[in-house]
T-cell receptor
Framework: GQNIDQPTEMTATEGAIVQINCTYQ??????LFWYQQHAGEAPTFLSY????GLEEKGRFSSFLSRSKGYSYLLLKELQMKDSASYLC?????????????FGKGTTLSVSS | DGGITQSPKYLFRKEGQNVTLSCEQN?????MYWYRQDPGQGLRLIYY???????QKGDIAEGYSVSREKKESFPLTVTSAQKNPTAFYLC??????????????FGDGTRLSIL
């Protein structure tokens, strides 16, 4: 079957670094996406990984290990505006069309 | 600016009533999707379409219907058969053929509640 796990909630302080983990089980892995979603708003694309390793994009980085079925999103120099839900999503060859399988999301609260 | 427009932002449904959620995109994307989001749940796929006049059921299609008469439009009808329609509905689109790294782009969502 298909399964994606993320922690439900995390807290951190401004200026800190936080790592949000995601583990997945799929039969035909074809890429992993991270999205940010502020409450009541649309998810916005953060990063894409399909090969093992680290992808860096400004304050955000995403890592993938396909052999371990594991990814993480690393947020540096945290700001209050980073308080949001972070969604891990996987594309599976066996999944309907090009749709994504989403985890339940990790709600990050950043305090001053 | 290019983007995905969902309307209305808030919608209320009476018992036994069908309601239609609008989704329009001017990104020239081929594929369009409808997801449902409930508190504490991930996004779940309702329907998707990769080409005009063709669409496929997702994981939770029961009680919903769609059409894809134009590339730009993918409306979702929540029928009276959907007994628990209260949720946040998100429409997304994606460019096919542009590489596997092409992400889905989302609209701002429609929040549906029962009166």
């Amino acid at each position: 079957g298909q399964n994606i796990d993320q922690p439900t909630e995390m807290t951190a302080t401004e200026g800190a670094i936080v790592q949000i983990n995601c583990t997945y089980q799929t039969s035909g892995f074809n890429g992993l996406f991270w999205y940010q979603q502020h409450a009541g708003e649309a998810p916005t694309f953060l990063s894409y990984n399909v090969l093992d390793g680290l992808e860096e994009k400004g304050r955000f980085s995403s890592f993938l290990s396909r052999s371990k079925g594991y990814s993480y999103l690393l947020l540096k120099e945290l700001q209050m505006k980073d308080s949001a839900s972070y969604l891990c999503a996987v594309r599976d060859w066996g999944q309907a069309g090009t749709a994504l399988i989403f985890g339940k999301g990790t709600t990050l609260s950043v305090s001053s | 600016d290019g983007g995905i427009t969902q309307s209305p932002k808030y919608l209320f449904r009476k018992e036994g009533q069908n309601v239609t959620l609008s989704c329009e995109q001017n990104l020239n994307h081929d594929a369009m999707y409808w997801y449902r989001q409930d508190p504490g749940q991930g996004l779940r796929l309702i329907y998707y379409s990769q080409i005009v006049n063709d669409f496929q059921k997702g994981d939770i299609a029961e009680g919903y219907s769609v059409s894809r008469e134009k590339k730009e439009s993918f409306p979702l009808t929540v029928t009276s058969a959907q007994k628990n329609p209260t949720a946040f509905y998100l429409c997304a689109s994606r460019l096919l053929g542009g590489g596997d790294n092409q992400p889905q782009h989302f609209g701002d969502g429609t929040r549906l509640s029962i009166l």
